[in-house]
Nanobody, 122 residues
Framework: QVQLVESGGGLVQAGDSLRLSCVASGRTFSSYAVGWFRQAPGKAREFVGVISGNARTTFYSDSVKGRFTISRDNSKNTVYLQMNSLKPEDTAVYYC???????????????WGQGTQVTVSS
C-alpha cells in the first residue's frame, strides 16, 4: 500500500514558477513509477508527465514539455514537479499517482493523492 500527499500548489501569475511535491508512504516507493496528472474544471483528467522508479526515465505531454520537469529523491520518498513559465491554461488540480508501469494512462496507476490546486492568473 502506498499513500501519496501532494503539496506546493497556489496562486501565481503567468510566467511564474512553482514546485509541487508528492510525498509517499511505504518502503517500496522506489519500485514505483510516479505520474503527474491534472484536471481543469469541466475537463477530463490529463497526463502531465511520469518518472520511473530509478529516475532514469521521464516523459511529458506535449503541452508541458520544455517547461515542466519531474524529479525524485527516493531517500525522502518524494517526487517533484517543477513548473516554469506557467500559463493560465495550466490552471488545474494536480495529482500524483504511483504505479508499476511507466505510462500516460490513468488506468495504469494504482495509488493516487488527493490533489493540489494550481491557479495561474493572466
Amino acid at each position: 500500500q502506498v499513500q501519496l500527499v501532494e503539496s506546493g500548489g497556489g496562486l501565481v501569475q503567468a510566467g511564474d514558477s512553482l514546485r509541487l511535491s508528492c510525498v509517499a508512504s511505504g518502503r517500496t516507493f522506489s519500485s514505483y513509477a510516479v505520474g503527474w496528472f491534472r484536471q481543469a474544471p469541466g475537463k477530463a483528467r490529463e497526463f502531465v508527465g511520469v518518472i520511473s522508479g530509478n529516475a532514469r526515465t521521464t516523459f511529458y505531454s506535449d503541452s508541458v514539455k520544455g517547461r515542466f520537469t519531474i524529479s525524485r529523491d527516493n531517500s525522502k520518498n518524494t517526487v517533484y514537479l517543477q513548473m516554469n513559465s506557467l500559463k493560465p491554461e495550466d490552471t488545474a488540480v494536480y495529482y500524483c499517482a504511483a504505479g508499476i508501469a511507466i505510462s500516460a494512462r490513468r488506468s495504469e496507476y494504482d495509488y493516487w493523492g488527493q490533489g493540489t490546486q494550481v491557479t495561474v492568473s493572466s
